[in-house]
């Protein structure tokens, strides 16, 4: 490979930032700029991917304008996505509305996605038809905009979804999903519980935008009690009820929560059951961040030095390095997890409000505790006794490791981030798995496509 030394981009015109974007993807060149060395690498990629982003965002459109069909008729022409174009067309003000748009992106579930359902935490709903639900998980599975395969890169992006009922989302501007470009220039999109779904045909365009076909359901996310326990999380969830802070972190709007790991509470047990409520929701709150004009804190919107406002008062720092993210001095372990009212990141300490001032140490792979305490004799994890049993979720009940659908387990029909790490203890959830049995498969219901565009006829007339 050899090295091009870049002048400043002020000397170079279009045609010539266009090839030298082009070489630099292409790897043929190593750019160095005078002084920077791997910095100044780093910061030329940035701008060639972020050109090439543009680039495919400003084809989009005219990829969108020169489509000659329209919604029904792609999907009547991709025979792997026929069950879709059943169920949609049930849907009658989301078909008809779909219809009329000029900029949207559909991702659409695959015939082998909807074999995947009954094994997955959308089965029962869809088993016994609630059509609340399953609108919610359309809703979820369309977004404003075009966003071809292009415009995905090696980090993160979360973008909006139609997905605004307050019933099963409380996001301002609407629910999200996240996006990235993974190696081999596999695009994945993830959702609610930690879910992963590929898209395995992209940029299939109609007269109203664009579809990508994915492998998976999206699973619209849910409130931090449903959750906690998928990602052994169940100190934290007892804990958040025992300081009386349930209700606030399952309906408080645009919620951004820096959980500690089970192993985190398991070393500080003692000290930790030994507070007060009063105490114990003071550590606690130092660990909540309240979202105000709509700021939700995705990976995305933490730049490095970001500072935080907390519940608690005291500010939070992020800190990113050696390819990790710290809020203070603590490492996240896991981002991203959506929730229905924000989003919550797993971390490998507790933050400390009376040490703010610590910070990340990246070339050490354990950080420092900054929460001095003991463990309980035999190194029981605390607190998951407390974990509820019910938990009220905006303006449904759900089951405190189940979520709004009614089901206890994400089976083989969705994969999560990463798994959810066991207890060194061997401490059991409360959660119970419950696995079905057989080839169960879903009917989706006698609505075809006739009785779709005659609701759709229907609920136009009715708004005009």
């Known amino acids: 490979m050899s090295k091009m030394l870049l002048p400043s981009s002020s000397h170079l015109d279009n045609d010539e930032y266009t090839e030298y974007n082009t070489l630099i993807v292409s790897g043929e060149v190593s750019p160095v ?14 701008r060639a991917f972020s050109f090439l982003a543009i680039c495919a965002f400003l084809a989009a459109p005219l990829l969108a304008q020169q489509a000659s069909k329209d919604l029904t008729e792609l999907l009547d022409s991709e025979k792997n996505l026929s069950e879709f174009k059943t169920l949609l067309t049930s849907y009658g003000d989301i078909y008809a509305n779909l219809s009329f748009q000029q900029e949207v992106t559909v991702l659409v579930p695959n015939n082998d996605a909807f074999n995947k359902i009954p094994y997955s935490s959308l089965g029962p709903a869809f088993k016994a038809n609630q059509s609340d639900i399953i ?25 909006k979804t139609w997905l605004e009922n307050s019933t099963y ?9 996240g996006g990235v470009r993974q190696s081999g220039d596999v695009n994945i999109i993830t959702s609610g519980m930690g879910s992963r779904s590929t898209i395995v045909q992209t940029d299939l365009a109609f007269t109203g935008g664009i579809v ?35 209700d606030y972190t399952n309906t408080r709007r645009d919620l951004t929560l820096f ?3 089970n192993s985190a509470w398991q070393s500080l047990g003692a000290t930790l059951e030994s507070m007060s409520a009063a105490e114990l929701a003071d550590i606690l709150d130092y660990h909540i961040v309240n979202g105000s004009n709509g700021f939700v804190g995705y990976s995305a919107n933490l730049p490095n030095a970001t500072v935080l406002r907390t519940r608690q008062g005291g500010n939070l720092t992020i800190t990113s390095a050696s390819n ?20 919550m990141h797993v971390i490998d300490n507790f933050l400390n409000p009376n040490a703010s001032s610590a910070t990340a140490r990246p070339e050490l792979a354990t950080q420092p505790a900054v929460l001095q305490g003991s463990a309980i004799s035999g190194n029981v ?18 089951t405190a490791g189940a979520t709004s659908f009614g089901v206890g387990d994400i089976g083989s029909g969705a994969t999560t981030t990463g798994a959810a790490a066991s207890s060194s203890t061997g401490a059991s959830s409360t959660r119970s798995s ?16 006739l009785g779709g565009v005659l609701g759709g006829l229907v609920w136009l007339l009715g708004i005009l």
């Open 212 to 246: 990508h076909a994915i492998d998976t359901f999206l699973i619209p996310p849910q409130s931090f009690i449903a959750t906690a326990p998928t990602f052994n999380l169940t100190a934290a969830g007892g804990a958040i009820t025992n300081a009386s802070l349930s």
């Open 33 to 46: 700029r005078p002084g920077e060395g791997a910095e100044g690498l780093e910061e030329l990629k940035m």
């Open 434 to 449: 419950k696995k079905k049995s057989g080839a169960e498969r879903v009917e989706l219901g006698s609505a075809g496509t």
């Open 169 to 177: 989302t409380n996001v301002t501007g609407g629910q999200v999903i």
């Open 259 to 261: 959980v500690p790991q």
């Open 324 to 343: 990790s993210l710290f809020v203070n001095s603590a490492r996240v372990v896991q981002q991203d997890l959506l929730l229905a009212n924000g989003v």
């Open 381 to 398: 994890v605390p607190f998951t006794q407390d974990l509820p049993t019910s938990v009220t979720s905006f303006e449904s009940t759900a």
């Open 135 to 159: 609108r919610s998980v359309l809703q979820y599975h369309i977004l404003p905009g075009l966003h071809p395969s292009g415009s995905y890169n090696g980090t993160f992006s979360f973008d």
